[in-house]
Each structure stands twice: as structure tokens, then as C-alpha cells.
T-cell receptor
Framework: SQQGEEDPQALSIQEGENATMNCSYK?????LQWYRQNSGRGLVHLIL?????REKHSGRLRVTLDTSKKSSSLLITASRAADTASYFC???????????FGAGTTVTVRA | GAVVSQHPSWVICKSGTSVKIECRSL??????MFWYRQFPKQSLMLMAT?????????EQGVEKDKFLINHASLTLSTLTVTSAHPEDSSFYIC?????????????FGPGTRLLVL
């Protein structure tokens, strides 16, 4: 079942701007992952942050994790038109090692 | 590395027929494969967990007799949608995880779009 909620549901920004989206979850987790999905396509794994980590970077991506608040954020800096996609957080639950996906944020980057 | 394929990529069938979807890990062995379903503009919902050589574990609300899962080898799992109906039309995505890294990273297939007429 889904345990993550993401906000905003949709985000529209100008090319070059930063995009920030948030994810909240409910249960104890082993790690939290972010994925990108282009319209009608499969998932692309972006970044994984473990429960004992607070921040992680990968290229233009920055992820934070606050386990006390059960929340995470994904920041995409200097956005490009190619970043237009839906972004999902997914938590790997500690009790059963199953991934639970958030509702997703649809990001549109205007040229 | 860590490539997962699905076949077919899309399928259209008549109501009442059965459809089989294959999920293969191409360059690694996966003891565990997962099947998800995604309706338009919604998130992925886990349907079942498939372990090689044993019965699949279904999530609450998923009919095991309707969605038959077989995980006969470390590189292949199949999902059969039996007696498909229009409400089964969806995007079905599988994922696979490494033998030694229990579920930490799942590698996703490209998905199969099913349309039931």
C-alpha cells in the first residue's frame, strides 16, 4: 500500500530555475529512493538515501532525509526541459523490504 | 548492468482472454521480483512479491486467482492476467533485486501497457 505523500502534486517552472518537491512517509524505513518517470514510460532510479544519512548529492540532484519528521525532499537545480517528468519517492520498509511509492509530483519545465 | 526487460511492451486483448507478461533480469540473478500496477496519473501499487521457487505473496486486495505469478528461475517471472476485463487495463511494471542485496535496490522493467477491450 502507498504510504508516501508528495507535495506539490504538480510543479511548473522556467528552465534554469530550481525545483523542490517533498515526500512524507509513515512507517520505519531502511532507505528512501527517488525515481523519475517520463510520460508512459518506465521508472528511472535517481538516488537512494539510507535511513542513517541526512543529505546526498548526485549531479544536479540533492536529497535530504529527516527521519524524525519522516520526510524527504528532492531538489533539482538548474532545471532543463528534459527534466519534465513525474517524480516519485519510494520508501523501503524495514519490516518487509517492500517499496512503497508516494503519489508523485509532476514537474513541467518551460523552455 | 542490472537490466530488466519486459515482454510484451504493450498488448491489446478482448475481454475474457488471458494475457501473459514476462519479466526478465538480463544480466543478474534475482531471487525476488516484484509486480506493480499503475493506473493513469496515479502512483505504482505493489501487487505481489515473487520469490524464485516458491509461491508469490499478494498484497491485500489483489486476487491471486486472477493475477497468476510464476517465478520459475532466477531470471524470469511471469504475470498472467486471467479472464481480463476492461478494468484490468493498466500499466504493469516489474522489478527485480539482486540475490545478495535483499530488496535494497530494485531494478525496474520498462513496463507493459495492457488494454482490454
Amino acid at each position: 500500500s502507498q504510504q508516501g505523500e508528495e507535495d506539490p502534486q504538480a510543479l511548473s517552472i522556467q528552465e534554469g530555475e530550481n525545483a523542490t518537491m517533498n515526500c512524507s512517509y509513515k512507517t520505519s524505513i531502511n532507505n528512501l529512493q527517488w525515481y523519475r518517470q517520463n510520460s508512459g514510460r518506465g521508472l528511472v532510479h535517481l538516488i537512494l538515501i539510507r535511513s542513517n544519512e541526512r543529505e546526498k548529492h548526485s549531479g544536479r540532484l540533492r536529497v535530504t532525509l529527516d527521519t524524525s519528521k519522516k520526510s524527504s525532499s528532492l531538489l533539482i537545480t538548474a532545471s532543463r526541459a528534459a527534466d519534465t517528468a513525474s517524480y516519485f519517492c519510494a520508501t523501503l520498509r524495514s519490516n518487509d523490504y517492500k517499496l512503497s511509492f508516494g503519489a508523485g509530483t509532476t514537474v513541467t519545465v518551460r523552455a | 548492468g542490472a537490466v530488466v526487460s519486459q515482454h510484451p511492451s504493450w498488448v491489446i486483448c478482448k475481454s475474457g482472454t488471458s494475457v501473459k507478461i514476462e519479466c526478465r533480469s538480463l544480466d543478474f540473478q534475482a531471487t525476488t521480483m516484484f509486480w506493480y500496477r499503475q493506473f493513469p496519473k496515479q502512483s505504482l501499487m505493489l501487487m505481489a512479491t515473487s520469490n524464485e521457487g516458491s509461491k508469490a505473496t499478494y498484497e491485500q486486495g489483489v486476487e491471486k486467482d486472477k493475477f497468476l505469478i510464476n517465478h520459475a528461475s532466477l531470471t524470469l517471472s511471469t504475470l498472467t492476467v486471467t479472464s481480463a476485463h476492461p478494468e484490468d487495463s493498466s500499466f504493469y511494471i516489474c522489478s527485480a533485486s539482486y540475490v545478495r542485496r535483499r530488496g535494497e535496490t530494485q531494478y525496474f522493467g520498462p513496463g507493459t501497457r495492457l488494454l482490454v477491450l
